[in-house]
């Protein structure tokens, strides 16, 4: 079920979001999306859309924050943190959100407020909605036989030299 209760800090920590992006106005080749990560109040770690600037597709501002954040805890996982970020994020942040395990994701700006604008996250989020074989925006080749077999080996490998048993997401 969707959280969607409003905490009194929100406002507070997604107007530092907000002003972050805002900064990117004043830096030549900067876009304009901030986010924090946040822990038991405090702010652990700030991101900024750095993708011109590094030449990096994969330096937004949400991955920026979790990044530094991860630096600065010495774990990828965030269970207790919560991110606050400008805008929703793309489908590739929203990703690194599951994957660091984050307790909440805040926003402002829809991603409906960033297609306006000029943005493909919204396009992106309808791409990844419809079956890999009706994608348009990228072909997408899945190689069988030998080699993904070969492939599998080595995840399977991996799999079986962990402390645990390895509960399957299927």
Not at 15 to 28: N, V
Not at 65 to 90: F, I, N, Q, T
Request: proline content about 6%; overall charge negative; charged content about 25%.
């Amino acid at each position: 079920m969707p959280f969607s209760a409003e905490l009194p800090e929100d406002h507070v920590f997604l107007a530092q979001a907000i002003e972050l992006s805002r900064h990117a106005l004043e830096d030549e080749g900067k876009t304009p999306f901030g986010a924090l990560v946040v822990i038991d109040g405090e702010v652990v770690a700030t991101g900024t859309s750095s993708v011109v600037e590094l030449r990096d597709p994969t330096a937004h501002a949400e991955i920026m924050a979790l990044r530094a954040a991860g630096g600065k805890l010495g774990r990828h996982l965030m269970e207790d943190a919560v991110m606050y970020s400008s805008s929703e994020p793309c489908p590739m942040c929203l990703a690194a959100c599951y994957w660091a395990r984050l307790s909440r994701l805040v926003y402002a700006a829809t991603s409906h407020d960033v297609a306006v604008s000029g943005f493909e996250d919204l396009q992106y989020y309808r791409e990844l909605s419809v079956p890999n074989a009706e994608r348009t925006l990228l072909r997408e080749t899945s190689v069988g036989g030998e080699t993904r077999e070969i492939a599998a080996a080595a995840l399977a490998s991996w799999a079986d030299k962990l402390p645990f048993p390895v509960e399957p997401k299927l």
